[in-house]
T-cell receptor, first 114, second 112 residues
């Protein structure tokens, strides 16, 4: 199984809502990543977890709250988002986070904030 | 991570080899060259990576110049399903810096 599964595939939320994005992998990978991608732009790194600990936060606003409850699961909790946060949110994983490892990406969650 | 420069777009005839160039003139000796592609509405897909030597796998070949300042991704027999945005990325070779930073990429269109 070389899949990274993201749910839901599509999400529409209001600016006062609280929602969560979920990412799961069963490859035994210990590094997991969240990326944000606006239309016609490259993916931008948001967070990196290494061995269930947050290792990189790319100065992401606090309305985005990541969580890694175990080595297979990565969540992104959303609260009080703005319309400009509408984007494709991509999850990825790699074996240990080393430089000679490829990242496996999920298909993403397309988020619309109204 | 070193910056990369790629053409904004390219066309290639179906069945021909697609050669995608990438310039990374500020690359350091310990940085890997990675290629990913993203087909519309999907997550990025790993293609190939290398440090110094040329590499080949079932998808593509990666040719890195001797001075490592540029590289070329070769898709040997392009098909319509190879239409995608191709990203060339250089990645530092230190544990504890797990970033994979995407540049603007090349939009490759395979023409029937």
């Amino acid at each position: 199984d070389t899949e990274v599964t993201q749910t839901p595939k599509h999400l529409v939320m209001g600016m006062t809502n609280k929602k969560s994005l979920k990412c799961e992998q069963h490859m035994g990978h210990r590094a997991m990543y969240w990326y944000k991608q606006k239309a016609k732009k490259p993916p931008e790194l948001m967070f990196v977890y290494s061995y269930e600990k947050l290792s990189i936060n790319e100065s992401v606003p606090s309305r985005f709250s990541p969580e890694c409850p175990n080595s297979s699961l990565l969540n992104l909790h959303l609260h009080a988002l703005q319309p400009e946060d509408s984007a494709l949110y991509l999850c990825a994983s790699s074996r240990q986070g080393g430089p000679n490892e490829k990242l496996f990406f999920g298909s993403g969650t397309q988020l619309s904030v109204l | 991570d070193a910056k990369t420069t790629q053409p904004t777009s390219m066309d290639c005839a179906e069945g021909r080899a697609a050669n995608l160039p990438c310039n990374h003139s500020t690359i350091s000796g310990n940085e890997y060259v990675y290629w990913y592609r993203q087909i519309h509405s999907q997550g990025p897909q790993y293609i190939i990576h290398g440090l110094k030597n040329n590499e080949t796998n079932e998808m593509a070949s990666l040719i890195i110049t001797e001075d490592r300042k540029s590289s070329t991704l070769i898709l040997p027999h392009a098909t319509l399903r190879d239409t995608a945005v191709y990203y060339c990325i250089v990645r530092v070779a230190n544990f504890g810096n797990e970033k994979l930073t995407f540049g603007t990429g090349t939009r490759l269109t395979i023409i029937p």
